[in-house]
Every structure is written in structure tokens, then in C-alpha cells.
């Protein structure tokens, strides 16, 4: 048979008493060292388990207990020196207090944003430049912005009826950029946001207001809030596109021929009046425009004859464009004039501005002569 199919051999036994005693006495021997062994294996791995722990864990731990300290920690002081910090629009308490931990300003953003939070007024805080002490404590950084004292602004007012070469000698005063560099921006139509409906022509779109603007804008910067505060303006009246050119120039006309503002609906009616009996509008203020003559409130016969697409005693209906930036008032009045039959207009105070009207030239002549006998008794350069 194979030797695979063999019986195994007899577990050998010990020849004596004494021998099986020696047997038995190593076997436990061998076993007591295998748990020394076992033992030690174990404390090593315990050992060394607690290195990892001390190596590893414990510095893990260190360090979200350094963030907790830190995330809790704020200056004492009210700060000192200065530093330049910008609020972006939009930015909300987190964005801005990361602003002010990267310049230092506050010592952590978590320590802004718990005072941001406490603060009813701090959602106030307006997009800006800001000069502020540095180290501060969070609560008088959020005070500090809310104070308009520490925002840095170029400031500058542009009163109705400037004409945008007048514009962009204000804003050039107030900021240092040229007018030239203005007059080239106020090409870049897309840029300062001009809509289609303008023509590429930006007279009447630069809304006579006063603006803030960040330290050193750019030509653009200055002039795109002028044109989205005429658009906001419009369309807060109703105004369709389509009738927005045409209102400006329209309202451009009455800004110059109306002094106040009662009359600016009667001015914006006789206009109107004239064109709808096809009649030339014959304003001064249309023709001193076109050959620019801005010195008189009257014009001459050589400057009535001058052709030009704003000469309303040459051309019928409104003159080729704007001829100046209105104001409210008088895009009001463009967009609701007063009723009334009345054809002509003169201002019989050239102080007060106060205006006569009438349905025919009879009642025109008789007012022009009131204009004329106001001028002999204030003699004058008008």
C-alpha cells in the first residue's frame, strides 16, 4: 500500500514517571514564556500607540484648542495708526470682518462678526473705502465703519442744466481726472452703460445730482452712476424706451427756458403746442447750443441763421439732441405738461424768473413788451 494510506505513528509516551514529569514541566515553561512574550508584545503596542497619541493627536488637539483661543480673542485697545480697508458691495459680517483680520484691523474675523451681530445698526455699513486704526477692538471697528467721518469719497455736485462739457470740468475739480479723459470715457458707450435709445449721444443721460465715488475712480466710474441714476429716473416715471431720447431733449429745453419749476409743465405745453400745429419752436436756448454761445440768454440774427440740427428758428420739432442734463423737475414736466392752448412764453423778470404765456401773437407781443420795459429799468448784460 502507498505510504499515504499508512496508520500514523503511536504518540510516543515517556519511558518513566520522572521523565513525564520533566515533560510536563517544560511544556509549562514554554507556555509561561509564551505569555512573557505575549505580554511584552502587548505593552510594546501600547507603548507605542501612546507615542502616536503624543506625537499625533495631542498637537491635533493643541491646535483646535489654539483656534478656539484664538477664534475668541480681541484687542483691548481702541487701536493706533491707519490703515486703508474696502468694504466690497454685498459684503455681508464675514466677508468684511476676514477684511479687517487680514489688515489687521480686529484681531480675529470670528471676534467682528459676534460684534457685527450685537450691533442692530451694522447691516448699515455702505461699500466703501475706509480709514481705520489698526488692533482694535471688534465692537469699535463695526462703530468705526458705521461713522461716515472714517470713509474716504471724492464728492462732487453737478447742478440741472449743466451741459457735459460743464460736467466734466466738475468732476475733473473734485478727482483729478481730466476732462479730456472724461470726454473720451462718455464715448465708450457700453461702458458706462449709454442705452441704444441715446444714439451714442451721453448730453441729457449725466443726471444732475451729487455723487460719492471711491478715491481715484476711473472715467468710467464716474460717469456709469450718472447715466444709471437717468435710467432709474425714467423708468420711476413710467416712461417706455422708446420715448426716452425724446423726453430728455424735450426736458432738456424746458431746464433752460424755465427758471421754476411751476412753470416747467406750461413751457413743456407750448413745446408741445408748436409741434403738434407744425410750427417752429423757435427757442434761444436750442440755437445758443448749436453755434456755442452760452454768454446771453438772447441770441442774435446771425446766430438764427446759423444751420445747424439744433436751430429751431431754421428746423421744425425738437432740436437734434439734448442740450443739457435735466433735472427731475423738468423730466416731469416733460413726461405730464400742464394743459393749455398757449403758444408762446417770455420771461418777464429776468431775475425772478417769472414767465408769461399766450394763445396768439397778440398776447405774445403785448408780453414781450413787459420783458423789454423790466429790461430798461434793470439795465444790465443779459
Excluded at 468694504?87 to 489688515?103: F, H, K, M, N, R
Excluded at 457685527?116 to 462703530?143: C, E, F, H, K
Excluded at 475733473?172 to 451714442?200: F, S
Aim: with cysteine; glycine share 8%; aromatic share 8%.
Amino acid at each position: 500500500m502507498s505510504e499515504w494510506f499508512t496508520d500514523p505513528p503511536p504518540e510516543s509516551k515517556p519511558a518513566s514517571r520522572r521523565g513525564y514529569e520533566r515533560d510536563l514541566e517544560r511544556i509549562r515553561a514554554t507556555r509561561r514564556r509564551r505569555r512573557i512574550v505575549t505580554a511584552g508584545v502587548s505593552a510594546f503596542a501600547l507603548a507605542t500607540l501612546g507615542v502616536v497619541t503624543v506625537l499625533v493627536v495631542l498637537p491635533f488637539i493643541d491646535e483646535m484648542r489654539g483656534d478656539q483661543v484664538e477664534t475668541l480673542s480681541d484687542y483691548e485697545g481702541p487701536g493706533s495708526g491707519s490703515v486703508e480697508v474696502v468694504v466690497q458691495p454685498g459684503d455681508g459680517g464675514a466677508a468684511i470682518g476676514q477684511t479687517l483680520a487680514d489688515a489687521d484691523v480686529v484681531a480675529t474675523a470670528d471676534a467682528f462678526i459676534e460684534a457685527y451681530s450685537l450691533n442692530s445698526l451694522a447691516q448699515g455699513i455702505q461699500p466703501g473705502t475706509y480709514a481705520l486704526a489698526q488692533q482694535m477692538r471688534a465692537s469699535d471697528a463695526v462703530a468705526a465703519l458705521l461713522d461716515p467721518a472714517n470713509r474716504r469719497v471724492v464728492k462732487f455736485t453737478i447742478p440741472e442744466g449743466f451741459r457735459a462739457a460743464q460736467v466734466y470740468e466738475r468732476i475733473a475739480e473734485a478727482t483729478g481726472l481730466t476732462a479730456d479723459a472724461l470726454a473720451a470715457a462718455a464715448q465708450n458707450t457700453e461702458e458706462i452703460g449709454l442705452p441704444p435709445e441715446a444714439k451714442g449721444d451721453v448730453e441729457g443721460w449725466l443726471f444732475p445730482a451729487t455723487y460719492e465715488l471711491d478715491p481715484n475712480p476711473t472715467p468710467v466710474q464716474a460717469l456709469a452712476p450718472m447715466v444709471a441714476k437717468t435710467i432709474d429716473v425714467l423708468e420711476g416715471f413710467g416712461a417706455e424706451p422708446k420715448v426716452w431720447r425724446k423726453t430728455l431733449v424735450l426736458a432738456s429745453m424746458v431746464e433752460k427756458e424755465a427758471k421754476l419749476d411751476e412753470d416747467r409743465p406750461k413751457v413743456a405745453r407750448v413745446f408741445l403746442n408748436r409741434v403738434k400745429q407744425d410750427m417752429l419752436l423757435q427757442s434761444d436756448a436750442t440755437v445758443s447750443y448749436g453755434v456755442g454761445n452760452f454768454a446771453s440768454v438772447f441770441t442774435t440774427p446771425e446766430e438764427r441763421e446759423n444751420d445747424n440740427p439744433y436751430n429751431t428758428y431754421l428746423h421744425e420739432g425738437l432740436p437734434g439732441g439734448a442740450i443739457c442734463n435735466p433735472g427731475e423737475a423738468a423730466i416731469a414736466a416733460a413726461l405730464s405738461p400742464a394743459k393749455g392752448d398757449w403758444l408762446y412764453f417770455v420771461v418777464v423778470d429776468l431775475e425772478s424768473g417769472e414767465t408769461a404765456y399766450a394763445e396768439d401773437a397778440a398776447g405774445h407781443e403785448q408780453n414781450v413788451a413787459l420783458m423789454q420795459e423790466w429790461i430798461e429799468n434793470h439795465p444790465g448784460d443779459y
